[in-house]
T-cell receptor
Framework: AQSVTQLGSHVSVSEGALVLLRCNYS??????LFWYVQYPNQGLQLLLKYTTGATLVKGINGFEAEFKKSETSFHLTKPSAHMSDAAEYFCAVRTGGGNKLTFGTGTQLKVEL | KAGVTQTPRYLIKTRGQQVTLSCSPI?????VSWYQQTPGQGLQFLFEYFSETQRNKGNFPGRFSGRQFSNSRSEMNVSTLELGDSALYLC??????????????FGPGTRLLVL
């Protein structure tokens, strides 16, 4: 069975600083990996996804993530944080057929002036 | 193109009642999945429907059920509500289930409060 671990339930950065949100996965088969963002009282919005091919994936709003099979990681980064990035971020994995996503516990990102 | 819509957005029920939530997928999307989000358990997969058939089911009791109609709209039903069923219920749609590049698009959710 697949699983996802997000290290750090809360991350705080200064505006303009690097954002790094960590995600490690466990899967016995090649995974499909996703990062979603959730703003208060809203649903989930896809930031980026890794399915096959290039291991460095670029997403919306300046975010990117790198799939590292040897480290079973898919960390999310953004070079310069903006106040509007404050939200909760979820890493998710999908394996095999079907649409079942297994989510991590989420990381709440706070951006300070 | 309109996104995934869920109705109602907010709902208050009492223990023992039942509730039906509705989800309309993006036009052309035939796969619908449901998730429950709670502070304690996080995001958990409930079930997935494609072409009116349940393809996959999560680890929830039989009180949780769903269905999909021929127009791909989906409903989920929770019977004999318990306090622990209070949650945000999210619906997601995609064109087909789990086909490589497939992306699931989420609706805004229905927030259910059980008193």
């Amino acid at each position: 069975a697949q699983s996802v671990t997000q290290l750090g339930s809360h991350v705080s950065v200064s505006e303009g600083a690097l954002v790094l949100l960590r995600c490690n996965y466990s899967s016995s088969v090649p995974p499909y990996l996703f990062w979603y963002v959730q703003y208060p009282n809203q649903g989930l919005q896809l930031l980026l996804k890794y399915t096959t091919g290039a291991t460095l994936v670029k997403g919306i709003n300046g975010f990117e993530a790198e799939f590292k099979k040897s480290e079973t990681s898919f960390h999310l980064t953004k070079p310069s944080a903006h106040m509007s990035d404050a939200a909760e971020y979820f890493c998710a994995v999908r394996t095999g057929g079907g649409n079942k996503l297994t989510f991590g516990t989420g990381t709440q990102l706070k951006v300070e002036l | 193109k309109a996104g995934v819509t869920q109705t109602p957005r907010y709902l208050i029920k009492t223990r023992g009642q039942q509730v039906t939530l509705s989800c309309s997928p993006i036009s052309g999307h035939r796969s619908v999945s449901w998730y429950q989000q709670t502070p304690g358990q996080g995001l958990q997969f409930l079930f997935e429907y494609f072409s009116e058939t349940q393809r996959n089911k999560g680890n929830f009791p039989g009180r949780f059920s769903g269905r999909q109609f021929s127009n791909s709209r989906s409903e989920m039903n929770v019977s004999t509500l318990e306090l622990g069923d209070s949650a945000l219920y999210l619906c997601a749609s995609s064109v087909n289930p789990g086909q490589g590049q497939e992306t699931q698009y989420f609706g805004p959710g229905t927030r259910l409060l059980v008193l």
